[in-house]
Protein backbone atom coordinates (compact mmCIF):
# COMPACT_ATOMS: atom_id res chain seq x y z
CA UNK A 1 0.00 0.00 0.00
CA UNK A 2 1.17 3.83 -0.77
CA UNK A 3 0.33 6.40 0.71
CA UNK A 4 -1.83 9.15 -1.59
CA UNK A 5 0.51 11.57 -3.14
CA UNK A 6 -0.31 15.42 -2.84
CA UNK A 7 -2.12 17.37 -4.88
CA UNK A 8 0.48 20.03 -5.57
CA UNK A 9 2.81 16.94 -6.84
CA UNK A 10 0.31 15.77 -9.70
CA UNK A 11 2.56 14.94 -12.58
CA UNK A 12 0.19 16.85 -15.53
CA UNK A 13 -1.51 14.91 -18.17
CA UNK A 14 -2.79 17.81 -20.15
CA UNK A 15 -1.37 16.98 -23.57
CA UNK A 16 -0.88 18.34 -26.96
CA UNK A 17 0.94 18.73 -30.08
CA UNK A 18 4.72 20.71 -30.09
CA UNK A 19 3.85 21.18 -33.52
CA UNK A 20 0.21 23.19 -32.98
CA UNK A 21 2.07 24.98 -30.62
CA UNK A 22 4.37 26.00 -33.01
CA UNK A 23 1.77 26.33 -36.20
CA UNK A 24 -0.29 29.19 -33.38
CA UNK A 25 3.02 31.01 -32.77
CA UNK A 26 3.41 31.58 -36.48
CA UNK A 27 -0.41 32.53 -37.11
CA UNK A 28 -0.87 34.08 -34.70
CA UNK A 29 2.20 36.45 -33.89
CA UNK A 30 3.63 38.79 -31.69
CA UNK A 31 -0.13 39.14 -29.46
CA UNK A 32 0.54 34.98 -28.97
CA UNK A 33 4.11 34.84 -28.09
CA UNK A 34 4.56 37.22 -25.85
CA UNK A 35 2.23 36.27 -23.50
CA UNK A 36 4.05 33.80 -20.54
CA UNK A 37 4.32 29.84 -21.65
CA UNK A 38 1.49 28.43 -19.46
CA UNK A 39 -0.99 30.63 -20.90
CA UNK A 40 0.28 30.07 -24.20
CA UNK A 41 -0.08 26.16 -23.93
CA UNK A 42 -3.32 26.89 -21.86
CA UNK A 43 -4.67 27.89 -25.26
CA UNK A 44 -3.31 25.05 -27.21
CA UNK A 45 -4.45 22.69 -24.53
CA UNK A 46 -8.18 24.28 -24.90
CA UNK A 47 -7.84 24.19 -28.57
CA UNK A 48 -6.43 20.15 -29.50
CA UNK A 49 -8.94 19.11 -26.35
CA UNK A 50 -11.89 20.90 -27.65
CA UNK A 51 -11.43 21.58 -31.45
CA UNK A 52 -15.10 20.54 -31.91
CA UNK A 53 -18.17 19.57 -29.84
CA UNK A 54 -18.22 15.36 -29.10
CA UNK A 55 -19.99 13.63 -26.50
CA UNK A 56 -18.16 13.87 -23.34
CA UNK A 57 -17.07 17.91 -23.88
CA UNK A 58 -20.50 18.92 -24.98
CA UNK A 59 -22.07 21.45 -22.48
CA UNK A 60 -25.48 20.37 -21.25
CA UNK A 61 -27.13 23.41 -21.65
CA UNK A 62 -25.48 24.50 -25.09
CA UNK A 63 -25.11 22.03 -27.58
CA UNK A 64 -23.03 24.05 -29.40
CA UNK A 65 -20.04 25.20 -26.75
CA UNK A 66 -18.30 22.78 -25.24
CA UNK A 67 -17.46 23.33 -20.95
CA UNK A 68 -14.65 23.86 -19.02
CA UNK A 69 -15.25 24.14 -14.88
CA UNK A 70 -12.72 26.41 -13.14
CA UNK A 71 -10.65 23.81 -11.81
CA UNK A 72 -10.12 22.55 -15.50
CA UNK A 73 -8.95 26.01 -16.12
CA UNK A 74 -6.36 25.88 -13.35
CA UNK A 75 -5.04 22.94 -15.16
CA UNK A 76 -4.53 24.60 -18.20
CA UNK A 77 -3.49 28.10 -17.77
CA UNK A 78 -2.63 27.57 -13.79
CA UNK A 79 -4.73 30.13 -12.52
CA UNK A 80 -7.97 30.89 -13.72
CA UNK A 81 -8.37 35.17 -12.85
CA UNK A 82 -4.99 35.36 -15.79
CA UNK A 83 -7.05 33.31 -18.16
CA UNK A 84 -9.82 35.68 -17.55
CA UNK A 85 -7.98 39.31 -17.70
CA UNK A 86 -5.88 37.86 -20.73
CA UNK A 87 -9.28 36.37 -23.11
CA UNK A 88 -11.72 38.46 -21.48
CA UNK A 89 -10.79 41.65 -19.73
CA UNK A 90 -7.51 42.74 -20.66
CA UNK A 91 -4.26 42.39 -18.93
CA UNK A 92 -0.94 43.77 -18.46
CA UNK A 93 2.73 42.94 -19.10
CA UNK A 94 5.91 43.69 -17.88
CA UNK A 95 8.87 42.90 -19.40
CA UNK A 96 11.11 40.12 -17.57
CA UNK A 97 14.27 41.26 -15.78
CA UNK A 98 15.68 38.14 -15.61
CA UNK A 99 14.67 36.99 -19.37
CA UNK A 100 15.03 39.17 -21.89
CA UNK A 101 12.26 38.82 -24.41
CA UNK A 102 9.79 37.13 -22.05
CA UNK A 103 7.11 39.12 -19.77
CA UNK A 104 5.39 38.80 -16.30
CA UNK A 105 1.56 39.00 -16.82
CA UNK A 106 -0.11 41.45 -14.11
CA UNK A 107 -3.81 41.15 -13.84
CA UNK A 108 -3.75 45.30 -12.70
CA UNK A 109 -1.43 47.93 -13.71
CA UNK A 110 1.73 48.59 -12.11
CA UNK A 111 5.10 50.52 -12.38
CA UNK A 112 6.77 49.38 -15.50
CA UNK A 113 3.51 47.22 -17.27
CA UNK A 114 1.94 47.80 -20.58
CA UNK A 115 -2.10 47.11 -21.40
CA UNK A 116 -3.45 45.11 -23.61
CA UNK A 117 -6.64 44.47 -24.71
CA UNK A 118 -8.51 41.00 -24.61
CA UNK A 119 -7.60 38.20 -27.31
CA UNK A 120 -11.35 37.07 -27.26
CA UNK A 121 -9.94 33.88 -28.85
CA UNK A 122 -12.20 31.70 -26.55
CA UNK A 123 -15.91 32.85 -26.53
CA UNK A 124 -17.60 32.77 -23.53
CA UNK A 125 -21.50 31.68 -24.04
CA UNK A 126 -23.19 30.21 -21.08
CA UNK A 127 -22.70 29.62 -17.40
CA UNK A 128 -25.34 27.01 -15.78
CA UNK A 129 -25.05 24.11 -14.05
CA UNK A 130 -24.37 20.84 -16.43
CA UNK A 131 -27.53 18.87 -14.77
CA UNK A 132 -27.60 14.89 -14.32
CA UNK A 133 -24.81 13.81 -16.53
CA UNK A 134 -22.32 11.17 -15.97
CA UNK A 135 -18.58 13.18 -14.78
CA UNK A 136 -20.31 16.34 -15.89
CA UNK A 137 -22.08 17.13 -12.68
CA UNK A 138 -22.34 21.17 -11.24
CA UNK A 139 -21.32 24.45 -12.25
CA UNK A 140 -19.42 25.20 -15.55
CA UNK A 141 -18.69 27.78 -18.22
CA UNK A 142 -19.55 26.80 -21.89
CA UNK A 143 -17.32 27.92 -24.54
CA UNK A 144 -16.66 28.47 -28.41
CA UNK A 145 -13.59 28.60 -30.47
CA UNK A 146 -13.41 31.84 -32.12
CA UNK A 147 -13.53 31.76 -36.18
CA UNK A 148 -9.75 32.76 -35.80
CA UNK A 149 -8.95 29.91 -33.25
CA UNK A 150 -11.21 27.37 -35.13
CA UNK A 151 -9.59 28.53 -38.74
CA UNK A 152 -5.91 27.95 -37.12
CA UNK A 153 -6.76 24.21 -35.99
CA UNK A 154 -8.61 23.44 -39.25
CA UNK A 155 -5.72 24.82 -41.55
CA UNK A 156 -3.10 23.23 -39.31
CA UNK A 157 -4.72 19.34 -39.45
CA UNK A 158 -5.79 20.12 -42.99
CA UNK A 159 -1.58 20.74 -44.16
CA UNK A 160 -0.64 18.05 -41.78
CA UNK A 161 -3.53 15.12 -42.90
CA UNK A 162 -1.31 13.90 -45.60
CA UNK A 163 1.77 13.76 -43.33
CA UNK A 164 2.59 10.85 -41.86
CA UNK A 165 5.14 12.44 -39.43
CA UNK A 166 4.36 11.18 -36.00
CA UNK A 167 2.75 14.19 -33.57
CA UNK A 168 4.99 15.38 -30.39
CA UNK A 169 2.63 14.61 -27.57
CA UNK A 170 4.02 17.24 -24.44
CA UNK A 171 2.75 18.82 -21.66
CA UNK A 172 2.82 22.46 -20.68
CA UNK A 173 6.22 21.44 -18.89
CA UNK A 174 7.83 20.12 -22.01
CA UNK A 175 7.75 16.28 -20.99
CA UNK A 176 6.70 13.65 -22.89
CA UNK A 177 3.72 11.42 -22.28
CA UNK A 178 6.33 8.69 -22.21
CA UNK A 179 8.79 10.57 -19.91
CA UNK A 180 5.06 11.01 -17.77
CA UNK A 181 3.96 7.69 -17.46
CA UNK A 182 7.29 6.19 -16.56
CA UNK A 183 7.23 8.42 -13.27
CA UNK A 184 3.65 7.54 -12.28
CA UNK A 185 3.92 4.07 -13.09
CA UNK A 186 2.08 3.75 -16.36
CA UNK A 187 -1.81 5.21 -18.10
CA UNK A 188 -2.89 5.57 -14.82
CA UNK A 189 -1.90 8.48 -12.46
CA UNK A 190 -3.33 7.56 -8.91
CA UNK A 191 -3.49 10.73 -6.59
CA UNK A 192 -5.92 9.81 -4.16
CA UNK A 193 -5.98 6.00 -3.18
CA UNK A 194 -4.01 3.84 -1.88
CA UNK A 195 -3.03 1.27 -4.46
CA UNK A 196 0.55 0.51 -5.62
CA UNK A 197 1.29 2.32 -8.71
CA UNK A 198 2.49 -0.89 -10.06
CA UNK A 199 -0.15 -1.74 -10.69
CA UNK A 200 -1.22 -0.50 -13.68
CA UNK A 201 -1.74 -0.83 -17.91
CA UNK A 202 -0.27 0.86 -21.02
CA UNK A 203 -0.53 3.93 -22.09
CA UNK A 204 -0.98 3.28 -25.89
CA UNK A 205 -4.21 1.86 -27.24
CA UNK A 206 -4.03 0.09 -30.46
CA UNK A 207 -6.87 0.64 -32.69
CA UNK A 208 -8.19 -0.54 -35.96
CA UNK A 209 -8.34 2.74 -37.96
CA UNK A 210 -9.56 1.40 -41.38
CA UNK A 211 -12.89 -0.48 -39.34
CA UNK A 212 -12.79 3.62 -37.99
CA UNK A 213 -12.91 4.69 -41.77
CA UNK A 214 -15.32 2.31 -42.58
CA UNK A 215 -18.13 3.38 -39.78
CA UNK A 216 -17.08 6.70 -40.33
CA UNK A 217 -18.74 6.41 -44.17
CA UNK A 218 -21.56 5.00 -42.26
CA UNK A 219 -22.03 7.62 -40.32
CA UNK A 220 -21.59 10.64 -43.35
CA UNK A 221 -24.19 8.28 -45.42
CA UNK A 222 -26.54 8.59 -42.33
CA UNK A 223 -25.90 12.73 -42.14
CA UNK A 224 -26.03 13.49 -45.91
CA UNK A 225 -29.32 10.92 -45.84
CA UNK A 226 -30.62 12.95 -43.02
CA UNK A 227 -29.54 16.44 -45.16
CA UNK A 228 -31.67 15.42 -47.73
CA UNK A 229 -34.61 13.34 -46.31
CA UNK A 230 -35.00 15.26 -42.98
CA UNK A 231 -33.88 13.31 -39.17
CA UNK A 232 -37.48 12.44 -39.12
CA UNK A 233 -37.97 10.81 -41.90
CA UNK A 234 -34.28 8.74 -41.52
CA UNK A 235 -35.25 7.97 -37.99
CA UNK A 236 -38.78 6.53 -39.29
CA UNK A 237 -37.12 4.59 -41.74
CA UNK A 238 -34.28 3.45 -39.60
CA UNK A 239 -34.90 -0.05 -39.94
CA UNK A 240 -34.51 -0.38 -43.70
CA UNK A 241 -31.63 1.82 -43.52
CA UNK A 242 -29.84 -0.58 -41.52
CA UNK A 243 -30.00 -3.00 -43.45
CA UNK A 244 -28.28 -1.10 -46.38
CA UNK A 245 -25.73 -0.21 -44.56
CA UNK A 246 -25.08 -4.18 -43.13
CA UNK A 247 -25.20 -5.58 -46.41
CA UNK A 248 -22.68 -2.77 -47.34
CA UNK A 249 -20.40 -3.85 -45.17
CA UNK A 250 -19.50 -7.20 -47.26
CA UNK A 251 -17.91 -8.69 -43.86
CA UNK A 252 -15.74 -11.82 -45.20
CA UNK A 253 -17.11 -15.03 -44.10
CA UNK A 254 -20.67 -13.16 -42.32
CA UNK A 255 -24.01 -15.10 -41.54
CA UNK A 256 -27.17 -13.48 -42.28
CA UNK A 257 -28.61 -11.41 -39.43
CA UNK A 258 -31.83 -9.67 -38.27
CA UNK A 259 -32.29 -5.87 -38.21
CA UNK A 260 -35.59 -5.22 -36.63
CA UNK A 261 -37.23 -7.60 -38.34
CA UNK A 262 -35.82 -6.70 -41.68
CA UNK A 263 -33.27 -10.34 -42.66
CA UNK A 264 -30.25 -8.76 -44.41
CA UNK A 265 -27.47 -11.00 -46.32
CA UNK A 266 -24.34 -10.04 -43.85
CA UNK A 267 -23.87 -10.07 -40.29
CA UNK A 268 -24.43 -6.85 -39.19
CA UNK A 269 -20.80 -5.18 -37.27
CA UNK A 270 -20.57 -4.69 -33.36
CA UNK A 271 -20.46 -0.95 -34.07
CA UNK A 272 -23.34 -0.68 -36.82
CA UNK A 273 -25.48 -2.68 -34.43
CA UNK A 274 -24.64 -0.37 -31.55
CA UNK A 275 -25.80 2.94 -33.60
CA UNK A 276 -29.35 1.26 -34.78
CA UNK A 277 -29.91 -0.12 -31.43
CA UNK A 278 -29.17 3.11 -29.23
CA UNK A 279 -30.69 5.25 -31.95
CA UNK A 280 -29.17 8.94 -33.59
CA UNK A 281 -29.80 12.08 -34.74
CA UNK A 282 -28.25 14.68 -36.29
CA UNK A 283 -26.08 15.55 -33.09
CA UNK A 284 -24.94 12.38 -32.14
CA UNK A 285 -24.21 11.52 -35.73
CA UNK A 286 -21.90 14.62 -36.15
CA UNK A 287 -20.39 14.08 -32.98
CA UNK A 288 -19.41 10.19 -33.46
CA UNK A 289 -17.66 11.66 -36.84
CA UNK A 290 -15.55 14.24 -34.86
CA UNK A 291 -14.90 11.21 -32.35
CA UNK A 292 -13.22 9.09 -35.32
CA UNK A 293 -11.42 11.89 -36.37
CA UNK A 294 -9.90 12.93 -33.20
CA UNK A 295 -8.67 9.03 -33.21
CA UNK A 296 -7.48 9.06 -36.26
CA UNK A 297 -5.35 12.30 -35.85
CA UNK A 298 -4.53 10.88 -32.40
CA UNK A 299 -2.85 7.87 -34.45
CA UNK A 300 -1.00 9.78 -37.27
CA UNK A 301 2.43 9.02 -38.44
CA UNK A 302 2.51 5.21 -36.12
CA UNK A 303 3.87 2.28 -37.80
CA UNK A 304 1.12 0.71 -35.45
CA UNK A 305 -1.93 2.62 -35.34
CA UNK A 306 -2.85 3.42 -31.13
CA UNK A 307 -3.66 6.45 -29.58
CA UNK A 308 -2.50 7.43 -26.16
CA UNK A 309 -5.34 6.80 -23.30
CA UNK A 310 -4.59 8.22 -19.73
CA UNK A 311 -6.50 7.50 -16.71
CA UNK A 312 -7.08 9.86 -13.11
CA UNK A 313 -8.90 8.61 -10.20
CA UNK A 314 -12.49 10.31 -9.55
CA UNK A 315 -13.28 11.19 -5.92
CA UNK A 316 -14.54 7.58 -5.57
CA UNK A 317 -11.92 6.06 -7.24
CA UNK A 318 -13.04 5.27 -10.76
CA UNK A 319 -10.66 5.21 -13.01
CA UNK A 320 -11.72 8.22 -15.91
CA UNK A 321 -10.25 8.60 -19.01
CA UNK A 322 -8.47 12.04 -19.37
CA UNK A 323 -10.62 13.61 -22.30
CA UNK A 324 -12.73 10.58 -22.13
CA UNK A 325 -10.74 9.16 -25.20
CA UNK A 326 -12.51 5.76 -26.03
CA UNK A 327 -14.06 5.55 -22.82
CA UNK A 328 -15.89 8.30 -22.75
CA UNK A 329 -17.01 8.07 -26.66
CA UNK A 330 -20.42 6.61 -28.52
CA UNK A 331 -20.38 3.21 -27.96
CA UNK A 332 -20.55 2.59 -31.67
CA UNK A 333 -17.51 4.43 -32.00
CA UNK A 334 -15.50 2.50 -29.66
CA UNK A 335 -16.45 -0.51 -31.07
CA UNK A 336 -15.34 0.34 -34.08
CA UNK A 337 -11.96 1.47 -32.92
CA UNK A 338 -10.69 -1.31 -30.77
CA UNK A 339 -12.79 -4.27 -33.32
CA UNK A 340 -12.35 -8.08 -32.55
CA UNK A 341 -11.62 -7.08 -28.70
CA UNK A 342 -13.65 -8.68 -25.45
CA UNK A 343 -15.12 -6.55 -22.83
CA UNK A 344 -15.70 -8.61 -19.75
CA UNK A 345 -18.51 -6.90 -18.00
CA UNK A 346 -19.28 -7.34 -14.16
CA UNK A 347 -22.86 -8.69 -14.11
CA UNK A 348 -25.04 -6.20 -11.95
CA UNK A 349 -21.89 -5.20 -10.40
CA UNK A 350 -23.23 -2.44 -7.26
CA UNK A 351 -26.65 -4.79 -6.76
CA UNK A 352 -24.08 -7.78 -6.33
CA UNK A 353 -21.89 -6.65 -4.74
CA UNK A 354 -23.88 -5.07 -2.05
CA UNK A 355 -25.86 -8.03 -1.62
CA UNK A 356 -23.03 -9.91 -0.60
CA UNK A 357 -21.73 -7.29 1.69
CA UNK A 358 -25.40 -6.97 3.61
CA UNK A 359 -25.20 -11.24 3.59
CA UNK A 360 -21.74 -11.18 5.58
CA UNK A 361 -22.20 -7.62 7.50
CA UNK A 362 -26.05 -7.82 7.97
CA UNK A 363 -25.56 -11.38 9.89
CA UNK A 364 -27.32 -11.25 13.36
CA UNK A 365 -29.14 -8.01 12.95
CA UNK A 366 -32.36 -7.76 13.56
CA UNK A 367 -34.16 -7.03 10.20
CA UNK A 368 -37.65 -5.89 9.90
CA UNK A 369 -40.10 -7.39 6.63
CA UNK A 370 -38.99 -4.20 4.77
CA UNK A 371 -35.51 -4.82 5.01
CA UNK A 372 -36.49 -8.55 4.03
CA UNK A 373 -38.45 -7.68 1.43
CA UNK A 374 -35.77 -5.01 0.13
CA UNK A 375 -32.88 -7.89 0.33
CA UNK A 376 -35.47 -10.27 -1.62
CA UNK A 377 -36.07 -7.59 -4.42
CA UNK A 378 -32.51 -7.01 -4.06
CA UNK A 379 -31.18 -10.94 -4.99
CA UNK A 380 -34.17 -10.85 -7.39
CA UNK A 381 -32.49 -8.24 -9.91
CA UNK A 382 -29.16 -9.84 -9.58
CA UNK A 383 -30.83 -13.00 -11.05
CA UNK A 384 -33.00 -11.59 -13.61
CA UNK A 385 -32.33 -8.53 -14.13
CA UNK A 386 -33.12 -8.57 -18.03
CA UNK A 387 -36.19 -10.08 -17.74
CA UNK A 388 -36.72 -7.17 -15.02
CA UNK A 389 -35.61 -4.42 -16.71
CA UNK A 390 -38.23 -5.32 -19.61
CA UNK A 391 -41.10 -5.86 -16.95
CA UNK A 392 -40.58 -2.65 -15.78
CA UNK A 393 -39.97 -1.42 -19.09
CA UNK A 394 -44.06 -2.80 -19.64
CA UNK A 395 -45.52 -1.99 -16.41
CA UNK A 396 -44.26 1.21 -15.73
CA UNK A 397 -44.43 2.52 -19.52
CA UNK A 398 -40.69 3.75 -19.89
CA UNK A 399 -37.37 3.63 -22.05
CA UNK A 400 -35.03 1.02 -21.43
CA UNK A 401 -32.27 3.74 -20.66
CA UNK A 402 -34.63 5.46 -18.54
CA UNK A 403 -35.39 2.17 -16.04
CA UNK A 404 -31.56 1.71 -16.64
CA UNK A 405 -30.51 4.63 -15.38
CA UNK A 406 -33.36 5.17 -12.57
CA UNK A 407 -32.41 1.72 -10.88
CA UNK A 408 -28.85 2.99 -10.94
CA UNK A 409 -29.76 6.29 -8.80
CA UNK A 410 -31.97 4.27 -6.65
CA UNK A 411 -29.01 1.98 -6.06
CA UNK A 412 -27.00 5.12 -4.89
CA UNK A 413 -30.04 6.03 -2.71
CA UNK A 414 -31.93 8.36 -4.53
CA UNK A 415 -35.09 9.41 -3.10
CA UNK A 416 -38.81 8.43 -4.35
CA UNK A 417 -39.59 11.93 -4.88
CA UNK A 418 -40.97 13.58 -8.00
CA UNK A 419 -39.12 17.09 -6.73
CA UNK A 420 -37.24 18.44 -9.40
CA UNK A 421 -33.75 19.01 -6.91
CA UNK A 422 -33.36 15.05 -7.20
CA UNK A 423 -32.09 12.28 -9.13
CA UNK A 424 -35.46 10.52 -10.45
CA UNK A 425 -36.29 14.01 -11.93
CA UNK A 426 -33.12 14.63 -13.77
CA UNK A 427 -33.48 10.68 -14.89
CA UNK A 428 -36.92 11.20 -16.23
CA UNK A 429 -36.04 14.55 -17.84
CA UNK A 430 -38.93 16.11 -15.73
CA UNK A 431 -42.18 14.05 -16.87
CA UNK A 432 -43.50 13.74 -13.32
CA UNK A 433 -46.03 11.02 -14.30
CA UNK A 434 -43.23 8.84 -15.30
CA UNK A 435 -41.60 9.60 -12.05
CA UNK A 436 -44.88 8.82 -9.99
CA UNK A 437 -45.24 5.64 -11.81
CA UNK A 438 -41.47 4.65 -10.85
CA UNK A 439 -41.98 5.29 -6.87
CA UNK A 440 -45.49 3.72 -6.79
CA UNK A 441 -44.20 0.72 -8.01
CA UNK A 442 -44.34 -2.06 -5.56
CA UNK A 443 -41.37 -3.69 -6.54
CA UNK A 444 -39.21 -0.32 -6.98
CA UNK A 445 -40.22 0.44 -3.13
CA UNK A 446 -38.82 -2.91 -1.96
CA UNK A 447 -35.59 -2.30 -4.36
CA UNK A 448 -35.29 0.88 -2.07
CA UNK A 449 -35.62 -0.37 0.51
CA UNK A 450 -32.27 -2.34 -0.11
CA UNK A 451 -30.36 0.23 -0.09
CA UNK A 452 -31.71 1.83 3.26
CA UNK A 453 -30.86 -1.74 4.74
CA UNK A 454 -27.62 -1.45 3.00
CA UNK A 455 -26.55 2.03 4.20
CA UNK A 456 -27.56 1.25 7.59
CA UNK A 457 -25.38 -1.97 7.68
CA UNK A 458 -22.39 -0.64 5.57
CA UNK A 459 -22.14 2.66 6.61
CA UNK A 460 -24.57 3.92 10.09
CA UNK A 461 -23.96 6.92 11.45
CA UNK A 462 -20.37 7.15 10.60
CA UNK A 463 -19.32 10.93 9.39
CA UNK A 464 -16.17 10.12 7.22
CA UNK A 465 -16.62 7.23 5.21
CA UNK A 466 -13.38 5.28 3.86
CA UNK A 467 -14.00 2.73 0.54
CA UNK A 468 -11.88 -0.46 -0.49
CA UNK A 469 -9.08 1.81 -2.06
CA UNK A 470 -8.29 3.80 0.43
CA UNK A 471 -10.34 7.11 -0.27
CA UNK A 472 -11.75 8.74 3.21
CA UNK A 473 -14.77 11.58 2.60
CA UNK A 474 -16.43 13.21 4.91
CA UNK A 475 -20.19 12.14 4.60
CA UNK A 476 -22.00 13.67 1.68
CA UNK A 477 -25.52 11.89 2.30
CA UNK A 478 -26.93 8.67 1.83
CA UNK A 479 -26.98 8.95 -2.09
CA UNK A 480 -23.54 10.05 -2.30
CA UNK A 481 -22.21 7.96 0.43
CA UNK A 482 -23.25 4.80 -1.30
CA UNK A 483 -22.00 5.69 -4.39
CA UNK A 484 -18.50 6.13 -2.48
CA UNK A 485 -18.45 2.49 -0.78
CA UNK A 486 -20.05 0.60 -3.83
CA UNK A 487 -17.57 2.22 -6.54
CA UNK A 488 -14.64 1.59 -4.35
CA UNK A 489 -15.42 -2.47 -4.55
CA UNK A 490 -16.01 -1.91 -8.09
CA UNK A 491 -12.66 0.06 -8.26
CA UNK A 492 -11.25 -2.93 -6.21
CA UNK A 493 -12.20 -5.49 -8.87
CA UNK A 494 -10.65 -3.80 -11.77
CA UNK A 495 -7.34 -3.78 -9.51
CA UNK A 496 -7.34 -7.28 -8.70
CA UNK A 497 -8.02 -7.99 -12.55
CA UNK A 498 -5.46 -5.85 -13.46
CA UNK A 499 -2.92 -7.21 -11.26
CA UNK A 500 -3.57 -10.83 -12.03
CA UNK A 501 -3.64 -10.06 -15.83
CA UNK A 502 -0.87 -9.41 -18.84
CA UNK A 503 -0.24 -5.83 -19.20
CA UNK A 504 0.15 -6.22 -22.58
CA UNK A 505 -3.42 -8.29 -23.16
CA UNK A 506 -5.20 -5.27 -22.00
CA UNK A 507 -7.13 -2.33 -24.23
CA UNK A 508 -9.22 -0.41 -21.65
CA UNK A 509 -10.61 0.53 -18.55
CA UNK A 510 -14.37 1.24 -18.35
CA UNK A 511 -15.43 2.34 -14.58
CA UNK A 512 -17.06 -1.97 -13.89
CA UNK A 513 -15.44 -3.73 -17.23
CA UNK A 514 -12.57 -4.35 -18.48
CA UNK A 515 -11.55 -4.36 -22.29
CA UNK A 516 -8.85 -6.92 -23.30
CA UNK A 517 -7.21 -7.91 -26.89
CA UNK A 518 -7.86 -11.19 -26.59
CA UNK A 519 -10.24 -13.71 -25.43
CA UNK A 520 -10.41 -15.11 -21.90
CA UNK A 521 -11.77 -17.23 -19.18
CA UNK A 522 -14.98 -15.79 -17.27
CA UNK A 523 -14.31 -18.19 -15.36
CA UNK A 524 -10.95 -17.84 -14.68
CA UNK A 525 -11.62 -13.47 -13.87
CA UNK A 526 -14.24 -14.64 -11.57
CA UNK A 527 -11.91 -16.95 -9.78
CA UNK A 528 -9.51 -14.44 -8.84
CA UNK A 529 -11.79 -11.65 -8.14
CA UNK A 530 -13.23 -13.99 -5.64
CA UNK A 531 -9.34 -15.70 -4.25
CA UNK A 532 -8.51 -12.01 -3.85
CA UNK A 533 -11.49 -9.98 -2.41
CA UNK A 534 -14.00 -12.76 -1.46
CA UNK A 535 -16.63 -11.10 -3.83
CA UNK A 536 -18.08 -13.75 -5.70
CA UNK A 537 -19.02 -12.00 -9.03
CA UNK A 538 -19.87 -12.79 -12.48
CA UNK A 539 -18.44 -11.80 -15.65
CA UNK A 540 -20.17 -11.09 -19.33
CA UNK A 541 -18.11 -11.11 -22.31
CA UNK A 542 -19.07 -9.39 -25.60
CA UNK A 543 -17.31 -9.57 -28.40
CA UNK A 544 -16.91 -5.90 -30.11
Same mark, same amino acid.
Given at each position: MKTPLKKDSRTTFNFFPDELLQEARKVLGEEFIRLPKRIQTGYIIV??????????????????????????????????? +?FRVVNDNGYYLRPNKISKGKYVLKRKPEEGTTYYEPTNWLVSTVSASQGYKEGKAGWSNGFQLSPIFRQLFDNWNKK???????????????????????????????????????????????? +?????KEHKEQLLIIKRRIEGEGEQKVRESRRQLGAELAEGEQEAGAQPSTIEGVKVKHATSSHLKSLLDKGFDTDSVTQRIDEIDRLLINSRGKSISTVPVLYEEASTGRYTARG????????????????GCYEYDLEAAHQTILLQLMTNEGFGLD?????????????????YKSDLRETLMMEISADYDVIKSALQALTYGADLSTNNRKALHKVCYGDKELISRIINHSWVKDYVSAFKLGHKILIGNDKTITNDVGIKIESKGKAKDMAHIL????????????????????????????????KQSTDKLSQIVEQETGLCLAFSEEEY
Open positions: LYNHHNIIKSNQHSRDSDSFFMIDETVESYFNDAR +DNEGNFKLLTLINNRGRTITEVTQEVGGAIDRRLSTTDSNININTEVRI +DTQTLAVLQGYHKSVRYAALKWTKEDEAGFDALRYYTRQGYERLVLDTIIKHSNTDDIALLVHDCVVFYN
